[in-house]
């Protein structure tokens, strides 16, 4: 079946530093979807990419879907603690039968 | 608007017993889910239903029975809880495959 994995599955980042997670799919996504769980909390709706090569962004958040729709990657821009949480990738498989399947996810710390 | 209702929000229960998690969402949803949550496991799909009557198995069915009577209403039974079932437990509800609205979780320890 279809496999959704995330890397890093942890990433620790000074205030102020970078972070991207990947999301790489076993097979060819419809689309993407991006959510965001912060501790004790419940996964909360980003975004979501459709078309191959896409682009968005969400003040500093970048979201890009990979050209053959098997990979997507979130990329944030000087962190700060409220970026504190664990990010998930949920990828639509396209043809067939339609399932949602959701990432292994990225937990972020951010030290002040 | 209320989105997912997740009750109860706690619970303790002992090996052998049995209960029921109710999900309500006010959206009109035709998608209804329900995963489960562990340390490191990330999202796992326990059942899902794709509309009122309608029930699938996900990916860790096992243990779990569900029953969707009516649309706005989604229920996750545990026949005889085992202390392997101890986890975060997340309802969420969509239009078709769109984006997931979940409900605040339902914590449950079985001992």
């Known amino acids: 079946g279809q496999q959704v994995m995330q890397i890093p599955q942890y990433q620790h980042v000074q205030e102020g530093e970078d972070f991207t997670t990947y999301c790489n799919s076993s097979t060819t996504l419809s689309n993407i979807q991006w959510y965001k769980q912060r501790p004790g909390g419940h996964p909360v709706f980003l975004i979501q990419l459709v078309k191959s090569g896409e682009v968005k962004k969400q003040k500093r958040l970048t979201f890009q879907f990979g050209e053959a729709k098997k990979n997507s990657s979130l990329h944030i821009t000087a962190t700060q603690t409220t970026d504190v949480g664990t990010y998930f990738c949920?990828?639509?498989?396209?043809?067939?039968?339609?399932?949602?399947?959701f990432g292994t996810g990225t937990k972020l710390q951010v030290i002040p | 608007n209320a989105g997912v209702t997740q009750t109860p929000k706690f619970r303790v229960l002992k090996t052998g017993q049995s209960m029921t998690l109710l999900c309500a969402q006010d959206m009109n949803h035709e998608y209804m889910y329900w995963y489960r949550q562990d340390p490191g496991m990330g999202l796992r799909l326990i059942h899902y239903?794709?509309?009122?009557?309608?029930?699938a198995k996900g990916e860790v069915p096992d243990g779990y029975n569900v029953s969707r009577l009516k649309k706005q209403n989604f229920l996750l039974g545990l026949e005889s809880a085992a202390p392997s079932q101890t986890s975060v437990y997340f309802c969420a509800s969509s239009y078709v495959l769109g984006p997931q609205h979940f409900g605040d979780g339902t914590r449950l320890s079985i001992l």
């Open positions: 949920a990828g639509l498989n396209s043809g067939g039968y339609q399932k949602v399947t």
């Open positions: 239903s794709v509309g009122e009557g309608t029930t």
